[in-house]
């Protein structure tokens, strides 16, 4: 397996990438329209595109996943994609039958200089309903971004602001399954908070088995409540990359306040949620939330010491790998190695202040934004680790080195039922905590000899 | 005239409730011998959910199988992670074809072109990786920004003296077929177009086999107990060395005539090798498929033996199938697969099951296969190309399909409907071809359609 990974050094590279940590930004862009209710998500592009985001989509979350596409032809990208978007448009709305369609570009279609505005400011619409749109092509950013201008799509051509506030807390959830979706909803349920998630795949990513097949699933953010984010008291964004642009497209367009924070993953993580959701709704922590807290620092001693100094790797998405990133550090584990694919953003910097927050020096621990599984390979070879965190993409790896996975993030292409899971939260830190001490003492107990099987650990 | 499928199914109302684009109608029709020819080969409807990928999918479906070939996209990372590993094609040696590499154009390649990227990535290829060929995908935007590939390729070839062969792939210059046809014309130039001395002829080619979950092994084996050597799979579980023997071969099989036909009648126009369609799937067209390559290689002790070793398998598999038989009996079946060879065989292998088929689509079905899927099913299949998500939903609830067969984006459509479903495409669980593969498909397809989950629906 891997055969090909040079094994004496780590090689320079210039110019190839080679195993992706990331793909493209229509993906992501799918994504979160999905996570509005009754919106068609729409592919600028030609059509092998949208048949690669819906088949990706449904590999991870095993679930159908429904966007459609302008099929661009040979003349489209000379003479501009104008006509194929007019006749996606009416097809749509005539077959299909959405309340939004969510226009997003490709690498095709933003080069060739479509002008999205223009082209849809032209349409005649059926009464009602609205095409709105983001730029997302496929050479900037990644999939994570992708999902983040769609979010701010939404809020820049649907939220709208009256005179009268809702008093509601608008909670962009970040790129994560519908599972830490739901979980995230238990705690501002706790707090008994007015809010409004968008994007929300729950009930879209995970409907329930009915027998039927619904175009639009019940789920996904009410476009009525999308409309009214104008309104909104308050922000709170969890995730940098994924959230940010959403909070900060609603502060601009209507002065709405936000507070950005890391995804609620492990202790700390799940803390500063709480911490803000008390803040918000001027409630002191319910003591259920207190107790689930507790319940996860009881478990995380109890296993702390066939988990501590073990190695670690941890790849994927850049707001969930610094959420994993401290919850290793908690658990007392090394992260070794610490990369995503997707560029910008600062992640350096950012891993740096949290190896700081946990008295890591920065020789302890190998970090790296835009790079792929290919050098993470490689520099594991030079220095093995214990664990491999993140998604199924480590999976060669893993078989090539000998070194057990625990799959989190996205995508896990080669799993079941972790979409639903949460990995956020106490219990979704509960749940991280349980694959990682199985994991490693499963192995332990593998590798063992015999005569040191034991029982009782 | 021909008649409409509502008029001829009796079904009217049912059928034209749901509304459906009129360029769809055309591809469209029924079984018998009345219903109107279908449609196919074009491309997708703007607007429309199409299941059918891309051109450059095409192309890299095709020739990714080559397990020591060197395949860089030249596009944006998302061409890449999407087909990284994407066949299931498995290999007796090299692995190098199961990384993804890509040159991962950025904003600045798209203004100041990419050319001088795909030359480093080329050079760090053969630097690293010594391969034996090179093939380079150009993607969408590739041509679109003027990226002269073919000169960066031969500039290529000429430093390095290796082959390094374009694949000139925009998504948007056709469908899936059209890359087909791109990969044997890469494979042509490849292998080269001099004939070999018919005397030496010897042995036999398999074309349109991926060697998913190692399929062609099987076949492969029976065909040496027979005493035929095959010189190459095209292009599964090939290499270089032996495509370039490719040439020698008496004869080409061609399995999935969708994406192989057009290089097996180049390879007769311009090597002077005949062929003969063949497909391993079913015990009726094993056989037969058996038999016409004995024959075809006109030794007749070898026909003999052919055919006495192919009533010895059915003698083995009577007991077997007549087992599942009584558990499947009655059942209904739908198909949506890739190339129309499948969809015939399956057809075939569902009847052998007591299974009638009450739906019948592909992404890339010839005319030809149309003709003979619509002799072969009842008046009351429907029979459609390039079908979307929501005609697959209608057409299955209408005819009360137990199962389908299908690929990744069709199995949790099947699951929401309530339908069983055997994944007959990349993600196979099991060898599907030869004998063996009737045993695994007969079990697969009772073992979904007969779980006991289906109670709880």
Redesign the interface.
């Known amino acids: ?4 990974t ?1 094994r004496d050094s780590v ?1 320079e ?8 940590c ?3 930004q ?2 992501g862009a799918i994504y979160a329209a999905l996570g509005v209710h009754g919106v068609m998500p729409h592919s600028h ?12 989509l ?2 991870h979350f ?13 003349g ?2 000379v003479f501009g994609g104008g006509a ?2 007019k ?6 709305f ?3 039958n959405p309340e939004v369609i969510a226009v997003h570009t ?3 279609s933003e ?2 200089g479509d002008d999205l505005h223009s082209f849809i400011s032209a349409l005649e619409l059926p009464k009602g309903k609205r095409v709105i749109y983001c730029n997302t ?4 950013g ?1 999939h994570v971004t992708g999902f983040s201008s769609m979010a701010a799509g939404f809020v820049n051509h649907l939220a709208e602001k009256s005179n009268e506030t809702t008093g509601k807390l608008f909670v962009i959830p970040g790129f994560v399954n519908p599972g830490d979706m739901r979980e995230m909803k238990l705690y501002l349920d706790a707090f008994d908070i007015d809010y409004t998630m968008m994007p929300d795949t729950t009930d879209v990513m995970d ?1 329930p ?7 639009f699933p019940k789920g996904g953010t009410p476009l009525a409540e999308v409309k009214r984010l104008g309104d909104a008291a308050h922000t709170i964004a969890l995730g940098e990359w994924a959230s940010e642009p959403c909070a900060n497209a609603l502060k601009r367009k209507h002065d709405v306040n936000f507070d950005v924070l890391g995804l609620p993953i492990g202790l700390a993580g799940t803390d500063a949620y709480v911490m803000a959701l008390s803040k918000f709704s001027a409630k002191p922590v319910p003591r259920e939330i207190d107790n689930l807290r507790g319940r996860l620092v009881d478990s995380m001693l109890d296993v702390h010491q066939y988990l501590s100094a073990k190695r670690v790797a941890i790849a994927g998405d850049p707001d969930t790998v610094l959420g994993l990133l401290q919850f290793v550090l908690e658990c007392g584990m090394i992260p070794a190695y610490v990369g995503t ?1 997707t560029p910008g953003g600062n992640f350096e910097a950012k891993v740096d202040t949290i190896l700081e927050k946990y008295g890591v020096a920065q020789d302890d621990c190998w970090r790296k934004s835009e790079t792929d599984y ?1 050098e993470l390979h490689q520099r594991i070879i030079q220095n093995p680790v214990d664990l491999l965190l993140g998604p199924s ?1 480590w999976k ?1 790896i893993a078989k090539a080195e000998d070194i057990p996975l625990v799959r989190c993030g996205f995508p896990i292409l080669d799993r079941y039922i972790h979409p639903l899971i949460p990995i956020v939260g106490y219990s979704g830190a509960l749940h991280l905590l349980q694959m990682i001490a199985d994991t490693l003492m499963d192995r332990q107990d593998a590798l063992c000899e015999d005569q040191d099987l034991e029982f009782v650990m | 005239m021909t008649r409409t499928i509502a008029a001829h199914t009796g079904k009217a109302t049912s059928l034209m409730a ?4 009129d360029e769809r109608k055309k591809s469209i029709s029924c079984g018998g011998g009345s219903g109107h020819s279908i449609a196919c080969g074009k ?15 095409g192309a890299r479906v095709v020739l990714n199988p080559i397990t020591d070939a060197f395949h ?1 996209i030249h ?11 994407i066949r299931g094609s498995l290999t007796s040696g ?3 074809f ?10 600045m ?2 203004v100041f072109g990419g050319e ?3 030359a ?2 080329i050079d ?2 053969v630097s ?2 010594h391969p034996k060929v090179i093939f380079v995908y150009a993607t ?2 590739a041509g ?2 003027g990226d002269d590939v073919e000169s960066v390729c031969k500039a290529a070839e000429q430093r390095h003296q290796i082959r390094c062969i374009p694949v000139q792939a ?4 056709g ?2 077929a059209q890359g087909y046809r791109l990969a044997g014309d890469a494979i042509m130039a490849l292998i080269g177009t001099r004939p070999f001395p018919r005397a030496k002829a010897h042995g036999i080619n398999i074309l349109g086999d991926f060697n998913l979950a190692g399929e062609q092994w099987i076949v492969k084996n029976y065909l040496k107990s027979l005493g035929i050597d095959v010189v190459t799979g095209i292009t599964g579980d090939s290499n270089c060395a032996e495509l370039m023997q490719a040439p020698q071969a008496q004869l080409n099989v061609v399995q999935c005539a969708g994406s192989m036909i057009a290089l097996a009648r180049r390879m007769e126009a311009d090597l002077n090798i005949p062929y003969i369609k063949v497909s391993f799937y079913g015990i009726e067209d094993t056989s037969t498929s058996l038999v016409h390559i004995a024959q075809a290689l006109g030794n007749p002790d070898i026909v003999d033996r052919t055919k006495r070793f192919c009533q010895f398998q059915i003698n083995q598999l009577k007991p077997i199938v007549k087992r599942y038989k009584s558990q499947l009996s009655g059942k209904k079946a739908a198909i949506f697969v890739g190339g129309g060879f499948k969809a015939i065989s399956l057809i075939k292998q569902f009847r052998e099951l007591g299974i009638q088929t009450v739906m019948v689509g592909t992404q890339t079905g010839s005319a030809e296969d149309y003709d003979v899927i619509r002799s072969l099913v009842h008046d009351d299949c429907v029979v459609l190309d390039d079908a979307t ?2 005609e697959l ?1 209608k057409f299955m609830t209408e005819r009360g399909a137990d199962i389908l067969v299908g690929g ?2 069709e ?3 099947a ?4 339908v069983a479903f055997c994944d007959h495409n990349h993600e196979r669980k099991h060898p599907l071809a030869g004998y063996v593969g009737v045993r695994n498909f007969a079990e697969e397809i009772n073992a979904s359609i007969n779980s006991p989950v289906w109670a709880y ?1």
Request: glycine share 6%; net charge positive.
């Open positions: 397996m891997l055969d090909a040079p090689m590279r210039k110019g190839l990438v080679s195993n992706p990331k793909t493209c229509p993906v592009g030609s059509q092998g595109c949208v048949a690669f985001h819906r088949m990706f449904t590999r095993k679930e159908p996943a429904m966007a459609s596409t302008s099929a661009f032809t040979e489209a990208s194929n978007l006749t996606a448009v009416k097809n749509i005539d077959i299909y490709t690498c095709l080069t060739i092509p496929s050479y900037v990644s409907a088995m009915t027998g039927n097949f619904e175009l694919g290919f993409l060669q | 749901v509304p459906m684009l491309e997708s409807t703007a607007g429309a959910m199409s299941q059918r990928a891309c051109v450059f999918c860089i596009g944006p990372i998302g061409c890449s992670s999407y087909t990284w590993d090299n692995d190098l199961r990384h993804s590499f890509c040159t991962d154009m950025n904003d390649d798209v001088k990227k795909l480093r990535a760090q290829a690293t990786h969408c935007i679109v920004i925009p998504g948007f210059s469908h899936k998500a929501t939903e990744v984006k199995r949790p459509l699951y929401k409907l309530g629906v």
